[in-house]
């Protein structure tokens, strides 16, 4: 029974995490302009060196809000790098399935006829 609440507990965690994050993308990440090895160091820094600073913190410190704050800086170094992109992928290809990118790209811009040209040869 123990090994079922403690697998409750990291599934709760990880639901936890996921929805700070998705928030945090929302309304602040998208609006920060850093680079992604910035984020991925930081997200190592905070793993490593909280351990050797303060061997004596909180349980709940050391259980919950440094390894959040590492996840939710990883998986923004992941949405940097491109890993969580989705992907426009389609099995078939009619026309309610192909995106607006790839209409934009259909598109050709021809030269307009100009017919006041032909009235000027002479005969």
Do not use: C, E, H
């Given at each position: 029974?123990?090994?079922?609440?403690?697998?409750?507990?990291?599934?709760?965690?990880?639901?936890?995490?996921?929805?700070?994050?998705?928030?945090?993308?929302?309304?602040?990440l998208n609006k920060i302009k850093i680079g992604k090895w910035i984020v991925l160091g930081a997200a190592l820094?905070?793993?490593?060196?909280?351990?050797?600073?303060?061997?004596?913190?909180?349980?709940?410190?050391?259980?919950?809000?440094?390894?959040?704050?590492?996840?939710?800086?990883?998986?923004?170094?992941?949405?940097?790098?491109?890993?969580?992109?989705?992907?426009?992928?389609?099995?078939?290809?009619?026309?309610?399935?192909?995106?607006?990118?790839?209409?934009?790209?259909?598109?050709?811009?021809?030269?307009?006829?100009?017919?006041?040209?032909?009235?000027?040869?002479?005969?």
């Amino acid at each position: 029974m123990d090994i079922f609440i403690q697998i409750l507990y990291m599934f709760a965690f990880a639901i936890i995490v996921l929805v700070i994050y998705n928030v945090l993308k929302i309304y602040v990440l998208n609006k920060i302009k850093i680079g992604k090895w910035i984020v991925l160091g930081a997200a190592l820094l905070l793993f490593i060196i909280p351990m050797m600073l303060w061997p004596t913190m909180p349980l709940f410190v050391s259980r919950y809000v440094i390894p959040g704050i590492t996840v939710v800086l990883f998986l923004w170094f992941m949405d940097l790098s491109g890993f969580l992109k989705k992907r426009n992928v389609s099995n078939t290809n009619t026309s309610s399935s192909i995106s607006r990118k790839d209409k934009k790209d259909d598109i050709v811009i021809r030269p307009k006829a100009k017919p006041n040209r032909v009235k000027n040869i002479k005969k």
